[in-house]
């Protein structure tokens, strides 16, 4: 008798358990949106607003606020939002306490096009991005684009100096010529780096950094007016 007694308990307990879960998933489906917390999971807000994406969601799902949580189709909120060319990802969540949550992931310019009344950023996936009204990145402008194409080199050069804080820093326009050769245009000096190809394009780079700490040591980087990286195993210069 002892044993069918606890036994009893035993499904008691279980059916209290699965009351108590079914009617806590069921508050918790009819608990209602009251907010929208928006996150830039790569610093701030730069191409895209709060504004913007809330504006997204609301044009395409009006009435959020107040929604039930049930109602809420997270992966429809996230095809949406990815409609915008300024995002590169999207993640969108409820949490327990009625918020809807969206991580906003906006995409990377490393290179800009101003080239035949064709304007546009080349991202760090290499693919075309529009320009902003809300903000606008400081890239090298780009030139020698053919045909509106964007040229593996050319996206792997301009990567490259993306990813590279001297280079980042100092390098303000890149040209391919048509025999697939690059020229840099400098900030500091306003000299013009003669490239070539990008075979050997690390040793390339050393050999040019190595010249700019010695030539800004003895302060004489605006007596050139071209420097030639074409050389193996030296840096030919063009005096002013």
Do not use: W
């Amino acid at each position: 008798m002892k044993r069918y007694i606890g036994i009893i308990k035993g499904l008691l307990l279980i059916a209290f358990v699965v009351f108590l879960y079914g009617f806590s998933s069921h508050r918790n489906k009819a608990k209602k949106i009251d907010n929208i917390d928006i996150k830039f999971e790569n610093g701030d807000n730069l191409f895209i607003t709060y504004e913007m994406v809330n504006k997204l969601l609301i044009q395409n799902y009006s009435g959020l606020i107040n929604q039930p949580k049930e109602n809420i189709f997270l992966k429809g909120l996230e095809e949406t939002l990815l409609l915008n060319k300024m995002i590169e990802n999207a993640e969108v969540f409820l949490s327990v306490n009625g918020e809807l949550g969206a991580i906003i992931k906006q995409r990377t310019p490393i290179a800009r096009v101003n080239q035949s009344g064709q304007v546009y950023y080349i991202d760090s996936k290499g693919n075309k991005m529009p320009l902003s009204s809300n903000y606008s990145a400081r890239v090298p402008i780009v030139e020698g684009v053919n045909d509106d194409k964007i040229s593996d080199e050319m996206y792997t050069l301009a990567k490259l100096i993306y990813e590279d804080e001297f280079l980042k820093k100092q390098i303000v326009g890149i040209t391919q010529t048509p025999k697939k050769e690059f020229l840099l245009k400098t900030r500091v000096g306003n000299q013009t780096i003669e490239l070539g190809n990008l075979q050997q394009i690390d040793n390339k780079i050393k050999k040019l950094k190595v010249f700019y700490h010695k030539v800004l040591n003895d302060k004489t980087l605006d007596t050139y007016k071209k420097i030639n990286l074409m050389y193996s195993n030296q840096v030919v210069c063009t005096k002013k």
